[in-house]
């Protein structure tokens, strides 16, 4: 099977290659691509845990892979959210890389349903510096996670209450704030769409992504994932294409990548569709690459 797995990327790889040796006039009458692409930069991360890789390689790192958009994580760029010199630096290589800023994915900074209103309140606070960065970046949002405390309503209610507090702020900054099927009940998605429902706010988007519906681990809770897209496409200002193991032939062995798209398409998304994998049986490189293939592949059936 691994075999089968390695014959393919190195298919891909091959197919890619033949691509850049395409004449001039025949790319231009080649159909424009369904989607862009861009590319998560967790999908790398334990190259950057390993200081093997740094986040100012990341736009570059991205190009080289053939991905028109960079998708930010805050954690590997910590303490820089308010260093205009590093933002600026990260910047120019993006630009001069030709890659878009899409958005910052934000971790670590509180609880956005926090019971406490003064907790919601610092969570907002500690979260301003990333709207400013993805403004100054040039990104369109920056994804945050909803987590609460309570019954599934006042969970709710209180997320509801400090994403509106946050989207009026990225008002200021024309940055919306987009939120992640990311655990706890922000995995149901009639929890998540309601809260968007109650959110109210042009700002407020989703990051459907498709591999994040377990809602608990210890007892394997999963929300269908099929249905959880579905509910959370309306809102959506990104989507997530998570993979972790493909079959040998190339698609992804646990989810029907061709039912996600279609689900993706019939709600009309235009936006980035962003590769996010976090497999073991590839090396990070070869599962972005093979991420890309069955994405390009699975574009063309639509």
């Known amino acids: 099977m691994k075999t089968n797995r390695r014959n393919f990327l190195r298919t891909t790889a091959a197919a890619t290659a033949g691509t850049m040796l395409v004449s001039p006039a025949f790319a231009m009458n080649s159909a424009k691509p369904r989607y862009q692409i861009s590319l998560a930069e967790w999908s790398f991360h334990k190259a950057l845990f390993a200081n093997e890789m740094t986040n100012l390689d ?107 507090m946050l ?44 591999g994040n519906f377990m809602i608990n681990r210890d007892t394997g809770e999963e929300y269908d994932r099929y249905k959880g897209v579905e509910l959370l496409m309306p809102y959506a200002k990104g989507v997530s294409a998570k993979t972790n193991v493909f079959n040998a032939a190339g698609d992804e062995a646990n989810m029907d990548y061709y039912r996600l798209m279609k689900i993706v398409d019939e709600a009309g998304y235009k936006g980035f569709v962003g590769i996010e994998f976090e497999g073991s049986e590839l090396s990070e490189r070869e599962g972005v690459i093979a991420t890309k293939a069955l994405l390009e592949k699975v574009f063309k059936t639509l």
């Open 167 to 210: 989207c009026e702020y990225g008002d200021t900054q024309k940055i919306n704030i987009i939120v992640e099927n990311h655990g706890g009940l922000s995995s149901n998605g009639e929890w998540l769409s309601g809260v968007m429902k109650m959110v109210d706010h042009k700002r407020v988007g989703t990051l459907p992504d498709f």
């Open 58 to 164: 990341f736009p570059k790192v991205t190009r080289e892979l053939g991905i028109d958009g960079v998708e930010y994580v805050n954690q590997f760029f910590k303490d820089k959210a308010k260093d205009e010199k590093y933002l600026g630096e990260l910047k120019k290589i993006a630009k001069n890389e030709g890659v878009a800023n899409v958005l910052i994915m934000c971790d670590g900074e509180g609880m956005v349903g926090h019971p406490e209103k003064d907790e919601r309140v610092k969570t907002v606070e500690n979260h301003k510096k990333w709207v400013d960065a993805a403004a100054f970046l040039g990104c369109h949002s920056i994804r945050v996670n909803a987590g609460s405390r309570g019954t599934f309503e006042e969970q709710q209610k209180l997320a509801a209450d400090g994403l509106h």
